[in-house]
């Protein structure tokens, strides 16, 4: 240890400088943007590259001056300061030229951006919904729909379990899509901004609520494709990824149809009665995927921003009442109304969880045909 | 009264204690205090900086909750521009504009007084949200809503120090636009004022035409939350992105307030050690109020991603890569000055050589995010976090680094320990770049901003980048050591400083009297 005590401050810099440099040389991965599987991203990409090439042109001549008159213009040298102060014919050039080379990018630039904001003729739409921390995906003609929520452990997390090589980059359910078709997708948002981007599809889109948003792409390789929610949407802003997977066409058949199936098996379970232990499993899983974020998995909450729900005045009140708020949400917080989110048995089964775990003990179920009820 | 009598009116020195720093009304206090301030809350914004850092060292969750660390990032940005980068502009203005111009004092003595005592209040109460229920400010600095609305208690004092931070900005600003429109010395025209002087002349028009606007549009989140108008709420019939125009119709000129005053440093500084008059002067002052124009013309830049009709983007991108011509007839004017003169390096000119390079680096990856087709794949990315640093760190605060060693030895009558300074300059420097630039390889390759963890495969450039913070962090103390340690002392400068410096403010004793140029000097 003493030897490196006494390291001087100059050996230090020199270790940090090749430690930098390994790292580099370390990482997987470019240092330039990624070309994409689009149309479109290609089209970003040449346009990125084009400007970059201009930008370092125009560093080498500048900084080249910069630094030729740094070395030679020098009193140490002996150098005498000239005193010239002005130059119309200079100032001019260097007004107009870069001029002239901004007209150079805007030409490209502005066909790209043309064919980017055009949504027509598209083969398939998805509407996209951010949430709060998930996102939803409605196939407007094919009748799926779904939510995509982050599916890494909580384990890996806190560093508790070696981290995976798709970390925070993994979903339950994917948006599957397939190749060589214009996919439209529709994009707004329930509670907050979000932002729907990954990057090898070339664009991102702001979700506004209220509003809807278009974006279009066109994906020619199978292959699965990651990004991530792109505007601050609260706390768990980093964990709401967004995973593409691109099939054949007659792949992606089959896929709809087993949604389809998935779906209806979902109706049946609205028609009919669950016993209590049925309901907390079932009801743990919800509650772990959509309420545990904010109110933790130990009920306890967050103090000052989400209540807790051990022991809480809600939980431990009337049943119809706690179904009503998770139902409806309340305005002007974050609990949000997830009437829409869950179907009937998922409902009535967090609401049963919530009632009964924790030692909140009410000994109450509510039954799908209640949830029913109140719709 | 019997005190009046007792001495000349026109000669006496501050009060004693800490009254003197209560109420002074003399431009050299305000201007030191508003330093002193600055410097405090550059540590402060700076901690919070580290916190941020030190999170995002290793991917996963080690030290704060999300929660805490969109707070840090909220504050740090908060603090940095309103409490460090804007106050030392306006101090670097207290102390130099009336001594640039022969004026005795600022125009507005006591409401100078009030500008700067404002912003301690202002601070504190911004600072204090960390300790209430539910958490400070967690929304991004950006305050859009609905998301903001979701904020705790903090809410409404968060806005209420944004309306006090206001308050004393515009104050500031009318003093200076009086001071210079009414102050000169006898002779001194406009286009015989130095850069300083114009760049801040035009800054404070573009303070008192925004941040009226920044406190309307904040004032429109308050009373969404609490008395029920739906302005930005699109359930209430209101809209969103709404709050975000008006939110960059402030935030674009924003940013020129911040960088225009440090284009005047640094045209100050490199006529001096180049010992050569700036070059283009005249142009220099024509490209100043272009940038400032077109500033109100480019908000949307920053929000190309919200959906907003082709013909706008268009617009927008066109009138953002005009900026470019301006800024660049800057650039290739300081360079103009630095050839063929006689150059010396210290401190001072060292970080305004510094902010010459990497502003202008920072100025290409802004010309890389006017262009809107590339723009949606590095908005809301580490690109951006990368480009905003250089313009801001290396930009704005290494221009406020070489004022202050430019400037130090006259307002002290202390030479600063120029070993200490050169070791500051170049120890900054390439902690710097080992801090920012691989946030540019962060942003490209697909790292949102704003998240308190990422995928693995971030993980070597961010190991980088937080060491250079972590060293970056340590060497500004060694800034604090200097300037405390010139202030107490160490070898007496001269009335001239620096060799090849002109201007009035040289032509003053270092330090100057507490009460210089009460008789105007004639300019030639
Ligand atoms: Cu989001």
Redesign the pocket.
Known sequence: MSARTNLRVPQVLTGLALLSVAGIAAAEYGLNLRPGVTTIAQEAYSLHMLILWVCVAIGIVVFGAMFYSILNHRKSKGAVAAQFHESTAVEIAWTIIPFLILIGMAIPATKALIAMEDTSNSDLTIKVT?Y??KWQYEYLNEGVNFFSTLSTPKEEIFNRADKNPDYLLEVDNPVVVPVGKKVRLSIT?ND????WWVPDLGMKKD?IPGFINEMWFNIDTPGTYRGQ??????K??GF?PIVVVAKEQAEYDTWVADQLKMADAAAADSNRDFTMAELMARGEKVYTSNCAACHQANGEGVPGAFPALKGGVITTGPAAEHLALVMNGKAGTAMAAFAGQLNDADLAAVVTYERNAWGNNKGDVVQPAAVKAAR | MSTAAAHDAHDHGPASGLSRWIFTTNHKDIGTLYLLFSLLMFFVGGAMAMVIRAELFQPGLQFVNPMFFNTMTTMHALIMIFGAVMPAFVGLANWLIPIMLGAPDMALPRMNNWSFWILPFAFTMLLSTLFMDGGGPAGGWTLYPPLVLQTGDAFPFVIFSIHMMGLSSIMGAINVVVTILNMRAPGMTLMKMPLFVWTWLITAYLLIAVMPVLAGAVTMLLTDKFFGTSFFSAAGGGDPVMFQHIFWFFGHPEVYILILPAFGIVSQIIPTFARKPLFGYSSMVYATASIAFLSFLVWAHHMFTVGMPLAGELFFMYATMLIAVPTGVKVFNWVSTMWKGSMTFETPMLFALGFVFMFTIGGFSGLMLAIAPVDFQYHDTYFVVAHFHYVLVTGAIYAIMAGAYYWLPKWTGNMYNETLGKWHFWLSTIFVNVLFFPQHFLGLAGMPRRIPDYSIQFTEFNVISSLGGFAFGLTQLLFAYIVISTIRGGKKATDQVWEGAEGLEWTLPSPPPYHSFTTAPVIK
């Open positions: 951010g709060q921390w948002a907050v901004i979000h932002a979700a929610c792109a505007e601050l949407c609260g768990d802003h709401m």
